[in-house]
């Protein structure tokens, strides 16, 4: 009778670690999944920006993030008030970034930013005057930025 149940305790246990092992594993590629058909989506939400990516992969594990043809623009050109951006980067690579650190405390940190073949026209945004911050913008550490063959041209917004 007890050899029954300590054989069935035996099973529900290593179902639960079974199921545990499965979603563990089936994490970073249900997530990667996801992140490409939603990261977009989200940028082009959030952000005053137009995002078209045509290839995005991420690894959850060692945090490299790593997106091909990039096309950008400033959703309504004429607001000075946004830091107007326009053009294509042909690879962006990130490497090391603190996913977790991310998502719970809202600071970013990554060891490298790798831009390949951009080619950007960059106008800032008109200096706001002097008012009382209400939200605190997000903490960014970018130990490396390195930036290969490309093209940016950046202008006041004057």
């Known amino acids: 009778m007890e050899t029954k149940k300590t054989s069935k305790r035996k099973k529900i246990i290593l179902t639960g670690i079974s199921v545990l092992l499965l979603l563990l594993v089936a994490f970073p590629f249900l997530l990667n999944i996801y992140l490409k058909s939603k990261l977009p989506d989200l940028v082009n939400e959030k952000t ?4 078209e990516m045509a290839q995005f992969n991420f690894d959850l594990i060692s945090g490299n993030l ?13 607001d000075t008030a946004v830091t107007q ?23 970013y940190k990554a060891k ?13 945004a008109k200096k706001k005057k002097d008012v009382a911050k209400t939200n ?11 930036i290969e063959n490309g093209e940016i041209k950046a202008v006041n917004h004057e």
Do not use: M
């Not at 005053?48 to 995002?51: D, F, G, K, R, S």
């Not at 605190?136 to 390195?146: A, M, N, Q, T, V």
């Open 48 to 51: 005053p920006y137009h995002v």
């Open 66 to 78: 790593h997106i091909n043809d990039v096309k950008i623009k400033t959703k309504n050109p004429k």
């Open 85 to 107: 951006l326009s053009g294509t980067i042909g690879e962006l690579e990130v490497a090391d970034f603190g996913v977790f650190k991310a998502l719970f405390s809202k600071t």
């Open 112 to 124: 490298l930013l790798k831009i390949k073949n951009p080619n950007l026209d960059i106008r800032f």
């Open 136 to 146: 605190k913008k997000p903490d960014i550490f970018l130990s490396e930025l390195l």
